[in-house]
């Protein structure tokens, strides 16, 4: 019953955090330079518009009303799904990011499945060997991927694997998982490094505590005392950190699939800036702002699964 309540009174909590990135969402179309009224004309075929024109076409896109009324408008629509028609192409614009949506999270979870197999396994690795050449080797590695732009990393990785060696595809999905390699390793390098680094610190500071001095004390291995016991108390911090790297990946994902042409919501956002397309950027701001707000709110409640002694009281865990 706690545990509901305590969900429920989360759930709350992010209406007001659901309003103002729908705020932030909506008045980035409206401070953004450029005039989006004469853009919609030029891409009409009206290159040199009159007053009358631009008159005609604010009153269409529904920019000749006040501000607040523009945005509960804009809020009500967004609400039922409708997000408007892309000024480029004339597309809806909800339509279009749902159907790239599945492909950007495909790409990140693929990043995350990295991050977490290299990073948490090398940090368990980096722990367990500690103070031997394996750990300093894995340290020196986990700085020089912190240290590396992603984008650098990305055509370093294209040069390698697919115009010297030809075992990986340059872009685009056409070659299934085989195509996902490259953009996952590039997208998650940096967090492959900093969590290796944060799973090594948290497992060595769990095995100065005097719960691991007891169960050695008990004669229990060494391994099953690290894996099975500090390991296990370093996952509530671990899984914070993945869960907000999950965040970053899904909205840092924009260069990454514009360089390998994956057809996600990064390359769409991406020609919606150059084209000052503002309906589309205000539509990948809110549904990027919501989908990391629930990420959040999905953390939260698998630190109770995560450790069984987390109790909630008092409505916190």
């Not at 604010?58 to 409708?82: K, T």
């Not at 492959?192 to 100065?208: C, P």
Request: with cysteine; proline share 5%; hydrophobic share 50%.
């Amino acid at each position: 019953m706690a545990v509901l309540k305590y969900i429920g009174r989360r759930l709350l909590m992010l209406i007001p955090v659901l309003i103002g990135i729908s705020l932030a969402a909506f008045l980035l179309g409206r401070i953004a330079p450029g005039d989006p009224v004469d853009d919609a004309l030029f891409r009409i075929g009206i290159e040199f518009p009159t007053e009358a024109d631009r008159a005609a076409m604010r009153a269409e896109l529904g920019l000749d009303r006040p501000l607040p009324e523009q945005y509960l408008r804009w809020l009500g629509d967004a609400l039922r799904g409708d997000l408007g028609e892309s000024y480029t192409d004339g597309r809806d614009i909800a339509r279009e990011l749902m159907r790239r949506l599945p492909i950007t999270l495909k790409v990140s979870l693929a990043a995350m499945v990295s991050a977490i197999l290299f990073g948490v396994g090398g940090g368990v690795l980096m722990a367990a060997c500690r103070g031997t050449w394996v750990d300093a080797v894995l340290k020196a590695l986990s700085t020089l991927l912190l240290s590396v732009p992603g984008f650098w990393l990305a055509l370093f990785l294209i040069t390698v694997f697919a115009e010297w060696l030809h075992l990986l595809p340059t872009s685009g999905l056409d070659r299934g998982i085989f195509s996902l390699i490259l953009p996952a390793v590039a997208l998650s390098a940096a967090n492959v490094g900093s969590t290796s680094r944060f799973t090594r610190g948290n497992i060595l500071a769990q095995m100065g505590e005097q719960y691991i001095v007891v169960a050695n004390a008990k004669g229990i291995s060494q391994k099953a005392v690290m894996l099975g016991h500090a390991f296990r108390n370093s996952l509530v911090p671990i899984v914070t950190l993945i869960g907000n790297y999950f965040g970053g990946i899904l909205g840092g994902s924009t260069i990454i699939e514009n360089i390998f042409a994956i057809p996600g919501l990064g390359t769409y956002v991406l020609s919606a800036i150059n084209n000052r397309d503002y309906p589309v950027i205000q539509g990948y701001v809110l549904l990027t702002g919501a989908t990391f707000v629930l990420i959040t709110l999905a953390i939260d409640l698998l630190y109770i699964l995560v450790n069984p002694k987390i109790r909630v009281q008092g409505g916190e865990p």
